[in-house]
T-cell receptor, first 112, second 117 residues
Framework: SQQGEEDPQALSIQEGENATMNCSYK?????LQWYRQNSGRGLVHLIL?????REKHSGRLRVTLDTSKKSSSLLITASRAADTASYFC????????????FGKGITLSVRP | GAVVSQHPSWVICKSGTSVKIECRSL??????MFWYRQFPKQSLMLMAT?????????EQGVEKDKFLINHASLTLSTLTVTSAHPEDSSFYIC?????????????FGPGTRLTVT
């Protein structure tokens, strides 16, 4: 079963605008990861945020984590057409063998 | 980041035949690898967790005799779809976890598109 629920399920924006995607989860976590998937391709790891972290940056990406609300957000600033993809959040809880549980994903379309 | 490769990237096979998919971690050792299945426009569903040198742990509803997993070394896991049927057509993705330093970042292969005719 899937734990994460992304919001919105689909997002369409103009190039240059910022894209904000939200993810909620149900149980305790060790960390939360965001992935990007281009159509028909594998997943690309974007960023990992640990449960004791509140915010993390990587290039044009900014991720926040609110464990009290069991939610995370992914912000892509100054979006580009190449950012068009599906984005998934995924959580883990447990040791090295713990499962990565995925949300349903968000489809982001960036119009040139 | 770490690289995970999969081979083949796509395969077409006839109903009743078996297909083997390889997953390799290229620049790190992975004691644990995971196999996922993804249908069009859907999320990834975990099929099984593969541990080097031991039996795989299958998720509920996944037939272990149909989806054979072997994790022979710290860099290689294989998934064999036995007696494939058209309903097995899907996108299969493996991933490997790099636990060195406790990061638990998980890296994914490019996927294998299986079509059973």
């Amino acid at each position: 079963s899937q734990q994460g629920e992304e919001d919105p399920q689909a997002l369409s924006i103009q190039e240059g605008e910022n894209a904000t995607m939200n993810c909620s989860y149900k149980t305790s976590i060790n960390n939360l990861q965001w992935y990007r998937q281009n159509s028909g391709r594998g997943l690309v790891h974007l960023i990992l945020i640990r449960s004791n972290e509140r915010e993390k940056h990587s290039g044009r990406l900014r991720v926040t984590l609110d464990t009290s609300k069991k939610s995370s957000s992914l912000l892509i600033t100054a979006s580009r057409a190449a950012d068009t993809a599906s984005y998934f959040c995924a959580t883990t809880f447990g040791g090295a063998n713990s499962k990565l549980t995925f949300g349903k994903g968000i489809t982001l379309s960036v119009r040139p | 980041g770490a690289v995970v490769s999969q081979h083949p990237s796509w395969v077409i096979c006839k109903s009743g035949t078996s297909v083997k998919i390889e997953c390799r971690s290229l620049d790190f050792q992975a004691t644990t690898m995971f196999w996922y299945r993804q249908f069009p426009k859907q999320s990834l569903m975990l099929m099984a967790t593969s541990n080097e040198g031991s039996k795989a742990t299958y998720e509920q509803g996944v037939e272990k005799d149909k989806f054979l997993i072997n994790h022979a070394s710290l860099t290689l896991s294989t998934l064999t779809v036995t007696s494939a049927h058209p309903e097995d057509s899907s996108f299969y993705i493996c991933s490997a976890r790099d636990v060195e330093g406790g990061s638990y970042e998980q890296y994914f292969g490019p996927g294998t598109r299986l079509t059973v005719t």
